[in-house]
């Protein structure tokens, strides 16, 4: 298993951007995909981004597209997730992931087995 600790949201206005990170710790989060998932009131957990084990991958949500992007530092036990030109339909509360394996990145929520807390994002129009 792998404990995650979000941080970095907060309160910014349309076209602003954000940094989220991810601290994690355990043993199994090098050879692990991490993503990012977000969840808006009264909607169900939906993915934003993945990466592969070893950073050489990453994949997107259509909606985020060009706008986000996500990396890791396996040597710091860290996730990102750069958040440009955000709009107000990106609010939610964030959540980092971990799952998957060496030879596969899941992007579905059901197949991440460990999550952190979450941080809030809000983007005021």
């Known amino acids: 298993q792998v404990q995650l600790v979000e941080s970095g949201g907060g309160l910014v206005q349309a076209g602003g951007s954000l940094r989220l990170s991810c601290a994690a710790s355990?043993?199994?989060?090098?050879?692990?995909?991490m993503a990012w998932f977000r969840q808006a009131p009264g909607k169900g957990r939906i993915f934003v981004a993945a990466?592969?084990?070893?950073?050489?991958?990453?994949y997107y949500a259509d909606a985020v597209q060009g706008r986000f992007t996500i990396s890791r530092d396996n040597a710091k036990n860290m996730v990102y997730l750069q958040m440009n030109s955000l709009k107000p339909e990106d609010t939610a509360v964030y959540y980092c992931?971990?799952?998957?394996?060496?030879?596969?990145?899941?992007?579905?929520?059901?197949?991440?087995?460990?999550w952190g807390p979450g941080t809030q994002v809000t983007v005021s129009s």
């Open positions: 990466i592969r084990w070893s950073g050489t991958g990453t």
């Open positions: 992931a971990a799952g998957g394996n060496r030879y596969y990145t899941p992007t579905n929520w059901r197949e991440f087995a460990s």
């Open positions: 355990g043993r199994t989060f090098s050879g692990s995909a």
